[in-house]
């Protein structure tokens, strides 16, 4: 008896800090042929970028980064929704920071809005707003928010950062409350909200938990050999008289004329100790600032005033802590050596996130508890071990996996529990048990059976040697909800996956009343202003072929070649994918063809001026009266 078919239905949806889409789109297309082909391969239901440093000016007229190019393969399967930096620089244009984007397989979305973000009152943000770093669509079952959180937690950013974080917030229940439907929340935090979401180097430890009232109750010590756990004890006195005796000094960088091949482009900041033979080791790597050499070797609580006047004040950093590595360092100049594997394990038993305490709690307490979400890659993979989505990519980090994970697929608790699946096992995990750090490390340098790997880049200069092909096919694999891992020539974040599933209620296993995603075509995109203002590729568009249907009507006599040309048969797309694949054309994707030589009537000077004037003006005064 033939199997049979199944009743279920699936959405997946992807999250990508891309550090720059005009870059990483030319990496894309130079190793991939076209977005297009990228695109099918991955199967991506909805595409969340952010980070994408695009300017307004330059997605109205560039078709190909918006992936909107007519008669393209990817702008008929696709609609694309944008929030461009608007904020102005010194010398009055457009700011190219920051920006996100949303990509959607047409007839999944209703509507757009690239100004979400809502103040105290519930009204507009319009200075956060402006900022890109948030985008709002409405996908009928769902609302989703692709956001870029803004990175920093000192005493200037972090107010700044908690602003942007409670203006999301309102906005996502404000969703909830007037669409009635639930959240889904994509993009790159800037948190990282568990202590196993840090590499352990750079973990927190705090003091109390290796000194604490007794060596017997120290869970730090705990997890070391008996001879090495009495040692370290016994150096406290001579931690503290290190730190009390440690070296600042001041380190230029390229932008202040240090010439050196290796120098940071930023001034920086060395700390030096001394040891009991009369030398100094440094400690951790270079500081940004004395007030960063301040906050985390002084062991001092530190808090900020919150922008809202009569609130508590923000915690930037906990009393009484190291990092790790820090800590590791001091014990040295003590005269304790402490092994990796030791510094490790007590890393794993009481080490902490490096994100401010204030942002961990919004995270963790506000999203997670009050609002009810759930953070789905920790939920569907507990056991995972050195899972990180973004790494220094000047340091070469990812090539030894030191990083954290900060980028997330955060979802309502009504989605989760009627549409969650782990798919496929992690990359290089043969099974979902199989969380250990070397695959997780093999997974970042794309490592492959026969040994290839991504290389990393020479110190000396050169950029990234070509990555071999096999390397390159590592990202693509089936559906999943986990980590998609990205070549390091395209971005220094990898892409976060969500994988939903639902029965349909009229086969075997369907739930009646239980949410279902959208499938693609069944919803029709609105044409209402806020979702006009996110495509503002398209807005330009209408304006360019006005024009063109104006000047096609007048009284010049068509050519012989447009009398004669055939119509273009309208194109098929495959089951499953996005459409068949197209051949690339010289610019990689949506090259413009070369203009036809203008006709002697058009290369008289100002001979359709006045007439293109007319016509812009009275298509100007068509579209505000619409919007009113």
């Known amino acids: 008896m033939p199997a049979r078919p199944s009743s279920r239905n699936r959405l997946y949806v992807c999250s990508w800090n891309v550090a720059s889409w005009p870059?990483?789109?030319?990496?894309?297309?130079?190793?991939?042929?076209?977005?297009?082909?990228?695109?099918?391969?991955?199967a991506f239901d909805i595409l969340c970028l952010q980070e994408v440093k695009t300017r307004h000016c330059v997605l109205e007229t560039s078709p190909q980064l918006t992936l909107s190019g007519q008669g393209s393969p990817v702008g008929d399967s696709y609609d694309t929704f944008w929030a461009p930096n608007r904020t102005k620089t010194n010398g009055g244009g457009d700011s190219g920071f920051n920006g996100v984007a949303t990509i959607a397989r047409k007839g999944l979305t209703k509507r757009a809005c690239a100004t979400p973000l809502l103040d105290e009152n519930d009204q507009p943000d319009e200075e956060l707003n402006a900022e890109g770093r948030c985008i709002m669509t409405d996908h009928g079952t769902f609302v989703l928010f692709n956001v870029y959180v803004p990175a920093g937690q000192g005493s200037e950013r972090a107010p700044r950062k908690m602003r942007f974080l409670r203006a999301l917030r309102r906005a996502m229940q404000h969703a909830r409350r007037t669409r009635r439907v639930p959240v889904i929340l994509a993009g790159d935090m800037n948190i990282a909200r568990l202590p196993k979401d840090v590499c352990w180097k750079w973990r927190l430890m705090c003091c109390d938990d290796v000194w604490g009232k007794s060596k017997e109750t120290s869970p730090a010590l705990a997890t070391l050999p008996p001879q090495v756990a009495e040692a370290v004890w016994r150096a406290k006195p001579a931690v503290e008289a290190a730190l009390a005796s440690k070296e600042v000094s001041f380190v230029p960088g390229k932008k202040s004329g240090n010439a050196q091949q290796y120098a940071r482009a930023d001034d920086s900041y060395v700390v030096r100790v001394p040891t009991p033979a009369g030398g100094r080791v440094t400690v951790g790597n270079k500081f940004d600032s004395e007030e960063e050499v301040n906050a985390r070797l002084s062991r001092m609580e530190r808090v900020v005033p919150d922008a809202i006047e009569g609130n508590a004040p923000l915690m930037i950093w906990p009393p009484n802590v190291l990092a790790i590595n820090h800590l590791a360092t001091l014990l040295q100049a003590a005269g304790v050596i402490l092994t990796e594997a030791q510094q490790t394990a007590m890393s794993n038993s009481a080490g902490r996130s490096y994100s401010a305490p204030c942002f961990q709690s919004f995270f963790n307490d506000a999203l997670l508890g009050e609002d009810r979400m759930v953070d789905t890659f920790s939920e569907l993979h507990p056991k995972s071990v050195d899972r990180f989505t973004c790494w220094e990519q000047y340091k070469n980090s990812r090539y030894i996996n030191e990083g954290a994970r900060i980028d997330y697929i955060v979802v309502d608790q009504e989605i989760f529990q009627a549409a969650r699946t782990a798919g496929v096992p992690l990359p290089c995990a043969s099974t979902s048990r199989e969380c250990t750090g070397e695959a997780a490390k093999n997974a970042c340098l794309g490592r492959t059976q026969a040994g290839e790997q991504y290389q990393p880049a020479p110190f000396e200069g050169g950029g990234m040697p070509e990555p071999p092909t096999k390397c390159l096919e590592q990202q693509f694999r089936d559906a999943t909800t986990g980590i998609v891992y990205m070549p390091p020539h395209f971005s220094d974040h990898v892409a976060v996956t969500l994988l939903l599933e639902w029965d349909d209620p009229r086969g075997?296993?369907?739930?009646?009343?239980?949410?279902?995603?959208?499938?693609?075509?069944?919803?029709?995109?609105?044409?209402?202003?806020?979702?006009?203002?996110?495509?503002?590729?398209?807005t330009h568009r209408s304006i360019r072929d006005m024009f063109a249907a104006a000047a096609s009507t007048g009284t010049r006599k068509p050519s012989v070649s447009s009398q004669s040309a055939k119509p273009t048969p309208p194109s098929s797309s495959p089951p499953g994918g996005v459409g068949a694949r197209a051949k690339p054309t010289p610019s990689g994707v949506g090259a413009r063809a070369k203009p036809a030589p203008p006709t002697a009537a058009a290369s008289k000077p100002g001979?359709?001026?006045?007439?293109?004037?007319?016509?812009?003006?009275?298509?100007e005064a068509k579209r505000t009266r619409h919007e009113e």
Do not use: N, Y
Request: with cysteine; charged share 20%.
């Open 23 to 42: 870059t990483c789109s030319r990496e894309i297309i130079s190793h991939h042929s076209s977005l297009h082909v990228w695109l099918s391969r991955h």
């Open 508 to 538: 075997e296993g369907g739930v009646e009343g239980a949410w279902r995603g959208p499938l693609p075509g069944s919803i029709a995109l609105e044409s209402d202003a806020a979702t006009r203002m996110a495509q503002p590729h398209k």
């Open 607 to 619: 001979a359709r001026k006045s007439g293109i004037a007319a016509m812009f003006k009275a298509h």
